[in-house]
């Protein structure tokens, strides 16, 4: 079997996505739910000025991030899949998150073999980089342009990530359902190894 390439996002695709809610609602007064986030940028949700929100996350980032809760299920699909393959986390955090995104990771026991922290939502580079077989990813926006490059995305499913499903992205309820796709992808692959 060879070795494939794994690349996954962060926020929403291996912790939780709606964490941040809590802590937003107390500083805004609001009081939206997990369901009113129907689009990516939370300032949406919230109904709030942009930079308003930008205030909130310079205060609060570094520490929702701390206390995000990770996904059932993400430890065991990665740990059995980091045996033979390579997991490279590719997120749209800012390299100033490094220290807290390497001690979630830590605390977590999440395995990997590299992390990129891009200040930006283009993952396309990085996917190229790492010649990425499967892209993990909760960001509509960036599973689109992930998959006009050729690239598979699996496209963990949350309220402000539904649209059209272009080819190459395969919508996924959890990471149970991303372990079913994956080690069919893997079967798939070794099968035309065989074949040849």
Same mark, same amino acid.
């Given at each position: 079997?060879?070795? %494939? #390439?794994?690349? !996954?996002?962060?926020? +929403?695709? !291996?912790?939780?996505?709606?964490?941040?809610?809590?802590?937003?609602?107390?500083?805004?007064?609001?009081?939206? !739910?997990?369901?009113?986030?129907?689009?990516?940028? =939370?300032?949406?949700?919230? +109904?709030?000025?942009?930079?308003?929100?930008?205030?909130?996350?310079?205060?609060?980032? =570094?520490?929702?991030?701390?206390?995000?809760?990770? $996904?059932?299920?993400?430890?065991?699909?990665? #740990?059995? %899949? &980091?045996?033979?393959?390579?997991?490279? &986390? /590719?997120?749209?955090?800012?390299?100033?998150?490094?220290? /807290?995104?390497?001690?979630?990771?830590? *605390? *977590? *026991?999440?395995?990997?073999?590299?992390?990129?922290?891009?200040?930006? *939502?283009?993952?396309?580079?990085?996917?190229?980089?790492?010649?990425?077989?499967?892209?993990?990813?909760?960001?509509?926006?960036?599973?689109?342009?992930?998959?006009?490059?050729?690239?598979?995305?699996? %496209?963990?499913?949350?309220?402000?990530? @539904?649209?059209?499903?272009?080819?190459?992205?395969? $919508? /996924?309820?959890?990471?149970?359902?991303?372990? $079913?796709?994956?080690? #069919?992808? !893997?079967?798939?692959?070794?099968?035309? @190894?065989?074949?040849?």
């Amino acid at each position: 079997m060879n070795q %494939l #390439n794994f690349c !996954i996002d962060i926020d +929403g695709t !291996i912790t939780e996505a709606y964490d941040w809610i809590p802590r937003a609602n107390e500083y805004f007064n609001t009081q939206i !739910i997990p369901e009113m986030v129907t689009e990516y940028d =939370e300032y949406i949700a919230l +109904g709030v000025d942009p930079k308003a929100f930008a205030e909130f996350y310079h205060l609060y980032g =570094e520490t929702i991030y701390a206390e995000s809760h990770i $996904r059932a299920g993400v430890k065991d699909v990665l #740990n059995g %899949l &980091f045996t033979d393959h390579n997991l490279h &986390f /590719v997120t749209a955090r800012e390299i100033e998150m490094k220290n /807290v995104t390497e001690k979630w990771l830590s *605390h *977590h *026991h999440i395995p990997m073999s590299s992390l990129s922290l891009l200040g930006s *939502h283009d993952k396309v580079a990085k996917a190229y980089e790492f010649c990425c077989d499967i892209f993990i990813e909760d960001r509509y926006e960036n599973a689109v342009q992930l998959a006009s490059h050729g690239f598979n995305v699996l %496209l963990i499913d949350c309220y402000y990530n @539904q649209g059209h499903l272009f080819p190459g992205i395969t $919508r /996924v309820n959890d990471w149970i359902d991303i372990d $079913r796709h994956i080690d #069919n992808y !893997i079967q798939t692959c070794n099968y035309s @190894q065989i074949a040849i």
